[in-house]
Structure formats: C-alpha cells, structure tokens
C-alpha cells in the first residue's frame, strides 16, 4: 500500500476507516474509541466486531480502533463516524495533559465509566493505542491535579481547586478519581460542566458529581479545560497498549480491589485509607503481557498492594514473588511482564517492595 501524502506539503498523512460509533453522546475531534469485538452471538461468524466501535471500557481496552477525526454531535441510535488509524501521521488526539513536541509517550483513557474515557494522558507503554506528540500545546488543560487534592463539598457541585484561572461558564471539569465513602457515595468519573466561577479556588458545576449525598467533602483529582484541547499526534502501532484507567477505591481500603486487565491502572492518592487496597492480579493469558500500578498520591495508615494471584518472579530472576507491599508516597509503582506461568516483576519505583 502507499501511504505516502497526495497534496500539500503541509497535509497530514492519515489512515482513515469509516466505522459504526455505537455510543448516543457526542464524540469529540481526537477521542480514542475501541471496537466492539464481542458483540452479538459469540459462537456466529459477525463483521460487526471489526467495524462497530464504542468508547473504551474494561473489556475493549486490548482493541483500540483509532481517534475522531473531527466532532459529531449526540445521535440517539448511534452513527457512521470516521476515525484515524494506527499508522496515521499528525492525527488529532484529545488532550487530557498538556504537551511538548517530539516529547513523553500518551495513552487512551479506559475504565468501567465516565464521559471523559477517550481522551489521552501520560502512557507508559507503546503500541495501539499510544501516540507521540508532535505538537506542543502548552495551556490547553487551565488546572489539573493527580495527588487528590481537589474538594468536593457535600452538596456535590462546589468543587475547590489550586486555581481557576483562564476558566469560566461552561467550561469543562474532568473528575479521574476520588474518595469513596462507601460503595454507594463516590466521586463520579468524567466531564462535568461549569456553572460559574466563585472565586480563585472555587468551581461550581451545573450537576451534581457525586452518586448520593456525602458525610462530609470528597477529595478528588481531575483536570479542566475549555473547548477540546487536541494536539498533532503520530498513532503508533504494533502491541495494544491496554490503555490507561484511573481507580477509585473505598476508604475503608479494599481486599480484592478491581482493575483493568493489562495496560495502566493509576491509583489516586491524598487519603487516609482504613486498610490496604489490594489489587489481586490474575494470570495472564500470554507471554510478554505488561501490567502497572502507579500510585499518584501519597496515602496514610495503610498502603497499595498488588497480590498475583498466582505466586510470581522477584525483579531478581529467581526468587518468588507474594505479594508487593508498601507502596504509600506519590510515583510509587509496579511494572510487571507475564512470562507464560508467572508474572514477572519488570520494576519496582519508590517504596514498592518485594516479598
């Protein structure tokens, strides 16, 4: 095939497919979304699984399709939209971090829930899914935090923040992550529209982003922006790269904490966590597999765990892998790769330890 550019110099060079977006909400120019590779009967013989595409999730975040090539508007049965592929040379990608060209590596957000799933941040692997920056944008996302340090006050719509500056009516809050109080009160992920600016510090958002009333206020992390921030972008190809996901967990701690098979679960941090959050990782299905766990903030009385399921390889080579422990302080973190029968530790970062 020749993909080589037919027009000006200045033209990008894309790979386009035209796919059925099975969502009914608005996509946005540069949202990833992934193609729906169980859908209908699974022992039927179906195209569909390889032209109806949806946003990113726990279970289609190892088939990325490719990035809106520009807005479509919210369809009510869904609609035909056209993505760019991996391989696709200065496509747009909706931002989720600011950028500088040529620099760092970016990831699709995945995860059980949330509007803003589709828009990239910081990645740690490469392949589908990934992309290059090949633009800086500087001042896209006006604020952000990954530590939980942002409050959410009890009525769920007041929402305090290091700084609002450059934000207005109307304007868009992205919660990643935050406290919950219980299964049933949490943060509640994804774009959330702002109502007015109070103040330097304070947001008030038009809806409520909490599942039900809290006891007291919700520390959270986020980022906002106004418009859809994108930037030019190389779709790199190869492995799929899992994907990203934020998790929330409750502050009573967590034994059997759920996650995202592959790819990067960031944890969110700033809490005072009862007991341990305990990520049990099950088997891989093949060999050279990888799986992260990041720690954004620092968390008190009890730690992040990850427990393979099945007792896996220190980073020595040899000795066996229980558990790691002790990861309790931002950047904290685990890298594994799945060796056919075990899973491997790839690298331990701060406070992660071994046992």
Same mark, same amino acid.
């Given at each position: 095939?020749?993909?080589?550019?037919?027009?000006?110099?200045?033209?990008?060079?894309l790979?386009?497919?035209?796919?059925w #977006?099975?969502? +009914?909400d608005?996509?946005?120019?540069?949202?990833?979304?992934c193609y729906?590779?169980d #859908?209908g009967t699974?022992a039927d013989?179906?195209?569909?699984?390889?032209?109806?595409?949806e946003?990113p999730?726990?279970?289609?975040?190892?088939?990325?399709?490719?990035?809106?090539?520009?807005?479509?508007?919210?369809?009510?049965?869904?609609?035909?939209v056209?993505i760019?592929?991996?391989?696709?040379?200065?496509?747009p990608?909706a931002?989720?971090?600011?950028?500088? %060209?040529g620099?760092?590596?970016?990831?699709f957000?995945a995860?059980?829930?949330?509007?803003?799933?589709g828009?990239?941040y910081?990645?740690?692997?490469?392949?589908?899914?990934?992309?290059i920056?090949?633009?800086?944008?500087?001042?896209? %996302?006006?604020?952000a935090?990954?530590?939980?340090?942002w409050s959410?006050? %009890?009525?769920?719509?007041?929402?305090?923040?290091?700084?609002?500056?450059?934000?207005?009516?109307?304007?868009?809050v992205v919660?990643?992550?935050g406290?919950?109080?219980?299964?049933?009160? #949490?943060?509640?992920?994804?774009?959330?529209?702002?109502s007015?600016? +109070?103040?330097?510090t304070?947001?008030?958002?038009?809806?409520?982003?909490?599942?039900a009333?809290?006891?007291?206020?919700l520390?959270?992390?986020g980022?906002?922006?106004?418009?859809?921030?994108?930037?030019?972008?190389?779709?790199?190809?190869g492995?799929?790269c899992? &994907?990203?996901?934020?998790?929330?967990?409750l502050?009573?701690?967590?034994a059997t904490?759920?996650?995202?098979?592959?790819?990067?679960?960031?944890v969110?941090g700033?809490q005072?966590?009862a007991a341990?959050?305990?990520?049990?990782?099950?088997?891989?299905?093949?060999p050279?597999?990888?799986?992260a766990f990041?720690?954004l903030g620092?968390?008190?009385?009890?730690?992040?765990?990850v427990?393979p399921?099945?007792n896996?390889?220190?980073?020595?080579g040899?000795?066996a892998?229980?558990?790691?422990?002790?990861?309790?302080?931002?950047?904290?973190a685990?890298? &594994?790769?799945?060796?056919?029968?075990?899973?491997? +530790?790839?690298?331990?970062v701060?406070?992660?330890?071994?046992a």
């Open positions: 095939m020749d993909a080589s550019v037919n027009g000006p110099q200045k033209m990008t060079n790979i386009i497919e035209e796919v #977006y099975e969502g +009914t608005a996509l946005k120019q540069g949202e990833a979304v729906n590779v #859908y699974a013989v179906d195209g569909r699984r390889a032209n109806r595409v946003r999730s726990l279970t289609n975040s190892k088939a990325f399709a490719g990035v809106a090539e520009r807005n479509y508007s919210a369809k009510n049965a869904g609609q035909r056209r760019c592929v991996p391989g696709s040379k200065g496509a990608i931002l989720g971090v600011n950028t500088a %060209i620099t760092g590596l970016l990831s957000t995860g059980a829930s949330g509007s803003h799933r828009r990239f910081t990645g740690k692997y490469k392949g589908r899914g990934s992309a920056p090949r633009q800086t944008v500087a001042a896209g %996302i006006l604020e935090d990954n530590t939980g340090i959410l006050a %009890i009525d769920g719509v007041t929402l305090t923040v290091a700084s609002t500056t450059g934000l207005a009516a109307g304007d868009t919660l990643l992550a406290e919950m109080e219980d299964a049933l009160i #949490y943060v509640v992920p994804g774009k959330h529209v702002i007015s600016i +109070t103040d330097a304070t947001i008030v958002l038009t809806a409520t982003a909490a599942s009333v809290s006891a007291g206020a520390l959270c992390m980022y906002a922006y106004n418009g859809n921030p994108i930037c030019q972008a190389d779709l790199l190809t492995d799929e899992g &994907g990203i996901e934020f998790v929330s967990y502050n009573a701690g967590n904490q759920g996650h995202m098979v592959g790819g990067v679960s960031y969110g700033g005072t966590i341990a959050v305990t990520f049990v990782l099950a088997q891989g299905t093949l050279g597999e990888t799986k990041v720690l620092a968390l008190t009385t009890s730690d992040m765990e427990d399921a099945t896996g390889v220190r980073m020595d040899s000795t892998l229980a558990v790691v422990n002790g990861m309790d302080v931002a950047a904290d685990w890298y &594994g790769v799945f060796g056919g029968g075990k899973w491997h +530790t790839a690298d331990v701060g406070g992660a330890t071994e």
